[in-house]
């Protein structure tokens, strides 16, 4: 179970629920943000520093691996945690098995143009969003809504919620039963309500453990098994994804977003983009896991050949937003 602490917390303020988890058997990650509560680096408010729980995912598989179940990961966040758990849930979308997103961030444009934490997250992110939209569509997972596979996904949070305004867990459960994922459960407490999931931790004043009940019992009743990723479909980018297949990352990782279609066959792999953010020439980065079979690759890009891949050598190209790459792989 990885935990995702709130804008200016810390992991301190993770260990009441920690214990909780861990008491049922969870072997617990506690994550605390770059350049907040004495941890070094600078935010950048659901940009790259989304790929930090990554490698805090794979830094506990690699040390505690006895300990760790690797098909078995879900991830709770509370309010920027939230927001951390809507940006990994579509940006690894066959990493998690279960996640819970307690009054989270969907839209950091929105949330910044709502008035709470403006100062903060256009610094964050470098300038408002009329200023930067393009870093702003990457911050948005609504648009990646279509991403999600195999996960039980929560939501919560109450119904006189402000500070992160309900109408932005509205559009992303909108969009992602648009796009037919049915495995998606929003919790709303009312004021006629013994239990409420105020804004904030759980802790001895602010009980969230009720909350925290309902989703650990869903997703040991009803464990989803890891999705296949079958050998075509389509994600949308937001700055970067790490599928089992293929890494993608679009612009520098925090400032494009597009749309890749992707084609496995016997001898080749096949990726095109579209862009969705402004900038129709930003870079997108494709790479296959290194132990893809191939005696040599040829890289088509744009139609047109980039060069040979000889054995061993991770396959690696890179086109535009509006371009494609293709593998052709010669095994003999």
Same mark, same amino acid.
């Given at each position: 179970?990885?935990?995702?602490?709130?804008?200016?917390?810390?992991?301190?303020?993770?260990?009441f629920?920690?214990?909780?988890?861990?008491a049922?058997? %969870?072997?617990?990650?506690?994550?605390? &943000?770059?350049?907040?509560?004495g941890?070094? +680096?600078?935010?950048?408010?659901?940009?790259?520093?989304?790929?930090?729980?990554?490698?805090?995912? &794979?830094?506990a598989?690699?040390?505690?691996?006895d300990?760790?179940?690797?098909?078995?990961?879900s991830?709770?966040? %509370?309010s920027?945690?939230?927001?951390?758990?809507?940006?990994?849930?579509? &940006? *690894?979308?066959?990493?998690? &098995?279960?996640?819970?997103?307690l009054?989270?961030?969907?839209?950091?444009?929105?949330?910044?143009?709502?008035?709470?934490?403006?100062?903060?997250?256009?610094?964050?992110?470098?300038?408002?969003?009329e200023?930067?939209? /393009?870093?702003?569509?990457?911050?948005?997972?609504?648009?990646?809504a #279509?991403?999600?596979? +195999?996960?039980?996904?929560?939501?919560?949070?109450?119904?006189?919620?402000?500070?992160?305004?309900?109408?932005?867990?509205?559009?992303?459960?909108?969009?992602?039963?648009?796009?037919?994922?049915?495995?998606?459960?929003?919790?709303?407490?009312?004021?006629?309500?013994?239990?409420?999931w105020?804004?904030?931790?759980?802790?001895?004043?602010?009980?969230?453990?009720?909350?925290?009940?309902? *989703?650990m /019992?869903?997703i040991?009743?009803?464990?989803?098994?890891?999705?296949?990723? +079958?050998?075509?479909?389509?994600?949308?980018?937001?700055?970067?994804?790490?599928?089992?297949?293929?890494?993608?990352?679009? #612009?520098? #990782?925090?400032?494009?977003?597009?749309?890749?279609?992707?084609?496995?066959?016997?001898?080749?792999?096949?990726?095109?983009?579209?862009?969705?953010?402004?900038?129709?020439?930003?870079?997108?980065?494709?790479?296959?896991?290194?132990?893809?079979?191939?005696?040599?690759?040829?890289v088509?890009?744009?139609?047109?050949?980039? +060069?040979?891949?000889?054995?061993?050598?991770?396959?690696?190209?890179?086109?535009?937003?509006?371009?494609?790459?293709?593998?052709?792989?010669?095994?003999?």
């Open positions: 179970m990885v935990l995702q602490c709130g804008y200016n917390g810390g992991r301190d303020l993770l260990l629920f920690a214990k909780r988890m861990a049922r058997g %969870y072997f617990c990650v506690c994550n605390g &943000r770059r350049g907040k509560a941890q070094p +680096g600078q935010h950048d408010d659901g940009g790259i520093e989304i790929m930090d729980i990554y490698d805090s995912i &794979r830094a598989i690699a040390k505690y691996g300990k760790v179940d690797a098909s078995r990961i991830i709770i966040g %509370y920027n945690g939230g927001g951390n758990v809507f940006s990994v849930m579509v &940006r *690894f979308p066959y990493l998690f &098995r279960g996640g819970l997103a009054f989270g961030i969907t839209d950091y444009g929105k949330w910044a143009s709502s008035g709470h934490f403006t100062k903060e997250v256009t610094n964050a992110v470098g300038g408002i969003p200023q930067v939209p /393009d870093k702003y569509l990457v911050r948005n997972a609504v648009l990646a #279509g991403n999600l596979r +195999g996960a039980r996904f929560h939501i919560a949070y109450d119904e006189k919620e402000t500070t992160c305004p309900v109408s932005m867990d509205e559009a992303f459960v909108e969009a992602a039963k648009k796009n037919g994922y049915n495995n998606i459960f929003v919790h709303v407490s009312k004021i006629t309500d013994i239990n409420r105020f804004h904030g931790y759980n802790d001895t004043k602010n009980n969230l453990s009720p909350i925290e009940d309902v *989703f /019992d869903d040991e009743k009803n464990p989803l098994p890891p999705p296949q990723m +079958g050998p075509a479909g389509e994600f949308v980018v937001p700055g970067f994804i790490v599928t089992p297949c293929f890494t993608c990352v679009v #612009g520098r #990782g925090d400032d494009a977003v597009a749309n890749v279609n992707y084609q496995f066959t016997e001898k080749s792999v096949k990726f095109t983009f579209t862009p969705i953010s402004s900038d129709k020439n930003a870079g997108a980065r494709i790479t296959l896991p290194q132990n893809t079979p191939h005696k040599e690759t040829d088509i890009i744009n139609g047109k050949s980039a +060069g040979i891949i000889k054995d061993g050598l991770s396959l690696k190209a890179e086109t535009t937003i509006n371009g494609t790459v293709e593998f052709r792989m010669n095994n003999q």
